[in-house]
C-alpha cells in the first residue's frame, strides 16, 4: 500500500512546554471533559470506589456468618448489606469499570480520534454517576432524613409483591429505583455511542472482520445492554407507577402477578451475566496472544461463537425461576437453551488453551489473572451446567450453592480478567508500569483468597445453607464452612489492598512505559502513553489483524496470510 | 487472494451515517421497553378484578390514527423537499406534521378526559386502567417529545436557519417519528383491535 500512513505517523514527537496548571483548571477540565479517554479513566475510578464499598459490605456479611448465631448486625442490618452489595456490584461496579475500559480502548483500537458521540458519552457518565450518589444517599434520606441508616433492604432483584408500598415503606426503594433507572439510561447511551463508534469511526482498511476481538466483544454486549436494559428500564418505570400512582402491575390483592415481575427482571438479568462477561472475554482474547506470542487461535469462530452466546443468553432467563412451577414445557426449554450455551462459550475455552498451546508463554500478572481465568471460568461454567437442570435446580436454588455459582463466574471470571487488563493496561493509561512484585502478591493472594471463599461456599449450599439468612443454628453444621469462607474473605481484602497500593505507587513511581511495553500488535500501542488528546497525529490505516506486527515484521506481514 | 496484493488501491473507505446508526441503537433499545409494556398489557387481559372493562369504554380512535399515521408520510416528504434544497416545501411538510401529530394528541387528551371523568377510569381503578394509561401514555410521551423536536426543526426552518446540509439531521429525527408511528401501529392493534 503505497498511499497508506505509516504507524509511526500516529506519534508526534514535538514536544509541549507549558505552564503548570492550577488544581481547579485541572478539575475543570475533568468535569467538563468530553474526551473519551478522561471519561474512561473517571468511569475506572469511579466503579474502583464502589468496588471497595460494596467489599466491605461483603466483609460485614462475611464477619456476621462467621460463627453460629453471631450478633454483629441486625437482620435488618443485614438485609441492607446484601441488597446494597449485589445492586452495587452489578450496577455501579461491574457496568461501569466495563464501559470506562471500553470507553479508554475501543477509539484508540479502532484507529479513532474520540467515540462518535463526545457529548453523549459524558452525559452517560454523569447520569450513572448520580444514580450512584442517589442510591447511596438512601443511607440518609430512605425515611425521611431523621430515619438514617434505611437503605434498601429488598435483595438485588427486589421481588413482588416485597417492593409494594405495604410491605417496604419509606422511599429506600425507590431510590434503588431510582438509582437503577438512571443508570440503566447512562449504560443505554453509553452502549449506543459504543455501537455507533464500532460502526462509523473505524480507520481506513479497519473491516469488521479485522477489528481486534475486544472490540467484536463490546459490539456483541452493547447489543445485549439494548435489549437487556430496556425491559429494566420498563419494569422500573412500572414500579414506581405502582408504588406512587396507586398502580397494579404487581399488586397480587388486585389482581397484578407477581411471577411477571421476576420474568421482567431476569429478562434483563441473565443477559446482564452476559453483558458483564462479554468484556471479560475480550480483555482475555486480546491479553492471552500478546504473552504468548501467538496471533489468536480460531478468529472467525471466536466471533461467531460470541454472537452465539449474545443470541442464546436472550433465551435463558427463566433457568431463575424453575422454582416457581412453570410447567414442564418451560422447564424442558430453559434446561435446554441453558445447556446449549454452554456449546459456544466452550468454543471460547477451547481457542483460548490453543491459542496458548506452543505459545512461548511470558508470565506477566496479567497473564497470571488471564490463565486462572481461563480455569475458574471453566468451573463455574460446569457448576452452571449442574444448576441448568432443572431438577437438581429445585434441590439448591436460593442456597449458597448458587451464591457460590455465580460468584465464580463474577469474580472468578470477570473481576480476574479486569485485573488483567488493569496491569495490561495501566502502561498505556498512565505511561508507567506497574510494579510485577505487588502484582504476583495482589495474584496469588487473591487466588487462595477466591478458592478459600468460593470453593468453600459450595458446600453450605449443598448441605442446606439457604442465601440472604443473617445467622444461622450451631447443630447445622455449617459453622466451619463458613469460617473458612470468611477467612477467604480476608485474604481478598489484603489482596485489594495490595492492588489499591499498587495503582497508586506506581501512577506516581513506576517504571516510565514507553508506547509498547508489551510488544503488542492492536492500534493502542502505536501512538504514545499516555495518548495525546486527539489520539493519532495521522489517522492510521491498517491492512491486517495485527497492524503493529505487519510494521514491526515487514518482511512477514499478517496481511499477506489473509483470507 | 492473490489478485487482491495486485489491485493497486482497495474501494474508497466509506462508513455509515453516525446519526442513522444512532437512532437505529435507540430504537432498539426503546422496542425493548415498549415490548415490555406490551406484554404486560396483553398479560393482564381480562385479569381485572373489578370494571370497567376495555369493550365497555374504549373507543376506535380512527381519525387520530389517521392523522398520526399520514404524519409518518409528511415528514418523509418533508425530508425529501430538504434533501432538494427545497427549504419552503420542507417546512411546510414539517407543519404537517407537527399539525397531524397534534391532532392525534388531542384525541388522545379527548379520551382520556372522557374515560376519567366520564367512565371513572383511573390508573388505580383496576389492572386494565394500570396498563391501558402505562402504554398509552408511554407512547404520547414519545409523541410529545417528537412533536417538541419536530417543531424546533419547523422554527428552524422558519427563520432560515436550514439548509441542504441538514437533511442528514432532518432525516435521524423523521426516522424517530416513523419509529413512534411504528409502535402505535402496535399499540393501536393490541389495545383497540385485539384487546377490545
Known amino acids: ?563 | 487472494m492473490s489478485t487482491a496484493s495486485i489491485t493497486p488501491r482497495e474501494q474508497p473507505w466509506i462508513l455509515p451515517s453516525r446519526g442513522v446508526v444512532g437512532i437505529s441503537c435507540l430504537i432498539v433499545a426503546e422496542s425493548a421497553v415498549f415490548i415490555i409494556f406490551v406484554v404486560a398489557y396483553i398479560f393482564y387481559l381480562g385479569k381485572s378484578i373489578s370494571g370497567p372493562n376495555p369493550r365497555d369504554v374504549l373507543d376506535v380512535p380512527i381519525v387520530g390514527t389517521i392523522c398520526l399515521l399520514s404524519s409518518s408520510l409528511a415528514a418523509y416528504l418533508a425530508v425529501g423537499a430538504l434533501r432538494r434544497n427545497k427549504v419552503r416545501i420542507c417546512s411546510l411538510w414539517l407543519a404537517a406534521t407537527v399539525l397531524l401529530g397534534s391532532i392525534f394528541l388531542a384525541g388522545t387528551a379527548r379520551e382520556w378526559y372522557q374515560l376519567i371523568y366520564k367512565d371513572g377510569l383511573t390508573i388505580r381503578t383496576n389492572l386494565f386502567g394500570t396498563t391501558f394509561y402505562s402504554l398509552v401514555g408511554l407512547h404520547a410521551t414519545h409523541v410529545i417529545v417528537g412533536l417538541v423536536m419536530l417543531a424546533l426543526a419547523l422554527t428552524f426552518t422558519l427563520f432560515g436557519r436550514v439548509s441542504e446540509a441538514h437533511a442528514q439531521r432532518l432525516d435521524v429525527l423523521s426516522l424517530y417519528w416513523h419509529f413512534v408511528d411504528a409502535v402505535w401501529v402496535v399499540v393501536f392493534t393490541v389495545v383497540y383491535v385485539l384487546g377490545r
Not at chain 1, 500478546?290 to 433457568?319: C, D, E, N, Q
Request: net charge neutral.
Open chain 1, 1 to 563: 500500500m503505497a498511499d497508506s500512513v505509516p504507524l509511526t505517523g500516529a506519534l508526534d514527537l514535538t514536544s509541549a512546554h507549558e505552564r503548570r496548571p492550577l488544581t481547579l483548571e485541572i478539575l475543570h477540565a475533568w468535569v467538563t471533559t468530553v474526551d473519551h479517554k478522561k471519561i474512561g479513566l473517571m468511569y475506572i475510578g469511579y466503579a474502583l470506589i464502589f468496588l471497595v464499598i460494596a467489599g466491605l459490605e461483603a466483609i460485614v456479611m462475611r464477619v456476621q456468618l462467621a460463627v453460629p448465631q453471631n450478633s454483629l448486625v441486625s437482620p435488618q442490618v443485614f438485609n441492607r448489606m446484601f441488597t446494597m452489595h449485589g445492586t452495587t456490584m452489578v450496577f455501579f461496579v461491574g457496568m461501569p469499570i466495563l464501559f470506562g475500559f471500553g470507553n479508554y480502548l475501543i477509539p484508540l483500537m479502532l484507529g479513532a480520534r474520540d467515540m462518535a458521540f463526545p457529548r453523549l458519552n459524558a452525559f452517560s457518565f454523569w447520569i450513572s454517576v448520580f444514580g450512584g450518589l442517589l442510591l447511596y444517599f438512601s443511607f440518609l434520606g430512605g425515611d425521611g432524613l431523621y430515619g438514617a441508616g434505611n437503605a434498601p433492604d429488598v435483595g438485588w432483584f427486589a421481588y413482588a409483591p416485597l417492593t409494594a408500598k405495604v410491605f417496604s415503606p419509606g422511599h429506600s426503594t425507590d431510590y434503588w429505583t431510582l438509582g437503577i433507572f438512571l443508570s440503566g439510561i447512562g449504560s443505554i447511551g453509553t452502549a449506543l455511542n459504543i455501537v455507533t463508534t464500532i460502526v462509523v469511526m473505524r480507520c481506513p482498511g479497519m473491516k469488521l472482520s479485522r477489528m481486534p476481538l475486544l472490540v467484536w466483544l463490546y459490539l456483541v454486549m452493547c447489543f445485549l445492554v439494548f435489549i437487556a436494559v430496556g425491559p429494566l428500564t420498563a419494569a422500573q418505570i412500572m414500579l414506581s407507577i405502582d408504588r406512587y400512582l396507586g398502580g397494579h402491575f404487581f399488586d397480587t390483592q388486585a389482581g397484578g402477578s407477581a411471577v411477571l415481575w421476576m420474568h421482567f427482571f431476569w429478562i434483563f438479568g441473565h443477559p446482564e451475566v452476559y453483558v458483564l462477561v462479554l468484556p471479560a472475554f475480550g480483555f482475555a482474547s486480546e491479553i492471552i496472544p500478546v504473552f504468548s506470542r501467538k496471533a489468536i487461535f480460531g478468529y472467525p469462530a471466536m466471533v461467531t461463537a460470541s454472537v452465539a452466546i449474545g443470541f442464546i443468553s436472550l433465551s435463558v432467563w427463566a433457568h431463575h425461576m424453575f422454582t416457581v412451577g412453570m410447567g414442564p414445557g418451560a422447564n424442558t426449554f430453559f434446561t435446554l437453551s441453558t445447556m446449549i450455551i454452554a456449546v459456544p462459550t466452550g468454543i471460547k475455552i477451547f481457542n483460548w488453551v490453543a491459542t496458548l498451546w506452543g505459545g512461548n508463554i511470558r508470565f506477566t500478572t496479567a497473564m497470571l489473572f488471564c490463565v486462572a481465568f481461563l480455569f475458574q471460568f471453566l468451573v463455574a461454567g460446569l457448576t452452571g451446567i449442574m444448576l441448568s437442570a432443572s431438577p437438581f435446580n429445585w434441590q439448591l436454588s436460593g442456597s449458597y450453592f448458587v451464591v457460590a455459582h455465580f460468584h465464580y463466574v463474577l469474580v472468578g471470571a470477570i473481576l480476574f480478567t479486569i485485573f488483567a487488563a488493569f496491569y495490561y493496561w495501566f502502561p498505556k493509561m498512565s505511561g508507567r508500569m506497574m510494579s510485577e512484585t505487588l502484582g504476583k502478591w495482589h495474584f496469588w493472594l487473591f487466588l487462595i483468597g477466591f478458592h478459600l471463599t468460593f470453593d468453600f461456599m459450595h458446600i453450605p449450599g449443598m448441605l442446606g445453607m439457604p442465601r440472604r439468612i443473617y445467622t444461622y443454628e450451631l447443630d447445622r453444621g455449617w459453622g466451619v464452612w463458613n469460617l473458612i469462607v470468611s477467612t477467604g474473605a480476608v485474604f481478598q481484602a489484603l489482596a485489594i489492598a495490595c492492588f489499591v497500593i499498587n495503582l497508586l505507587r506506581s501512577y506516581f513511581k513506576g517504571k516510565i512505559a514507553g508506547p509498547d511495553p508489551w510488544d503488542a500488535w492492536t492500534l493502542e500501542w502505536s501512538t504514545a502513553s499516555p495518548p495525546p488528546v486527539y489520539n493519532f497525529a495521522t489517522i492510521p490505516s491498517v491492512q491486517s489483524r495485527r497492524p503493529l506486527w505487519d510494521l514491526k515484521h515487514p518482511e512477514d506481514s499478517d496481511s499477506k496470510y489473509e483470507l
